[in-house]
């Protein structure tokens, strides 16, 4: 099989978890892949070509990726097209989590692109989710006006929570203290946090104990991981 040439990729992105850290996926370059045809926007990442990584993964029409193992797990949300593999076909805003040890063989007939984390679940109980998300009711938040949520994953025991959320102009703005981290990717809309903004395809990661207070302008939607599982 005829392979992409690599260029080298930095070991380290992003890597200083006490950080609070601001991407706009707009800004960064997409780099290459071992399998040709597929290419990635890395936003952070501790490790080599196998590496504790955050990254947008774009595959081309027709194209695919050699069968593989994810001994850390995967976790992944469809941003764009159609991501296939043998459990199924995944559209915009389905969201998957493979479990530690889970192997497949990803492809695209009419491309895509995927927002996903890899090697940063724990080693016992993950379960193995595929959730089509554009499916799911928005559900009202207790005690936010303005704001709405669709649950994909939580975990009490690990302090993670996943969801896709919602806001109106109307929305609440109560600060909320992330005291296990978090990380929001912007899908639609513009997001605010104080004199801070985050227009659409923007990744927001919080360290643990920082304080956010969102507010939006215009309706906006992001998926946000409450709880992150970050390297000791």
């Not at 193992?69 to 976790?75: A, K, L, V």
């Not at 669709?150 to 959320?165: C, D, N, T």
């Not at 109307?170 to 997001?191: K, R, W």
């Not at 409450?226 to 390297?231: F, Q």
Request: hydrophobic letters at 35%.
């Amino acid at each position: 099989m005829v392979r992409t040439k690599m260029t080298t990729i930095p070991e380290h992105i992003n890597d200083d978890f006490s950080q609070k850290v601001i991407v706009n996926l707009d800004q960064v370059k997409w780099q290459p892949s071992p399998m040709p045809g597929v290419e990635r926007k890395m936003l952070d990442r501790i490790g080599k070509e196998v590496a504790r990584a955050t990254t947008v993964v774009r595959f081309l029409a027709g194209k695919a990726f050699s069968p593989h193992t994810h001994n850390g797990g995967e976790e992944f949300l469809v941003l764009n097209g159609v991501f296939s593999d043998e459990t199924g076909h995944y559209g915009p805003l389905s969201y998957v989590r493979n479990p530690p040890g889970s192997s497949h063989t990803p492809f695209s007939k009419e491309g895509c692109e995927i927002f996903v984390k890899l090697c940063q679940m724990r080693d016992e109980g993950e379960p193995d989710i595929q959730i089509k998300a554009d499916e799911l009711e928005w559900e009202i938040v207790p005690g936010k006006r303005g704001v709405l949520r669709k649950p994909l994953f939580k975990a009490s025991q690990w302090y993670e929570e996943v969801a896709l959320e919602k806001r109106d102009s109307d929305c609440s703005i109560e600060p909320e203290t992330f005291e296990h981290g978090a990380e929001v990717l912007i899908l639609s809309g513009c997001l605010r946090d104080g004199q801070e903004s985050y227009p659409t395809f923007s990744w927001v990661r919080y360290p643990y104990q920082a304080t956010a207070s969102f507010q939006a302008d215009e309706p906006v939607v992001y998926w946000i991981k409450r709880g992150i599982n970050a390297p000791s």
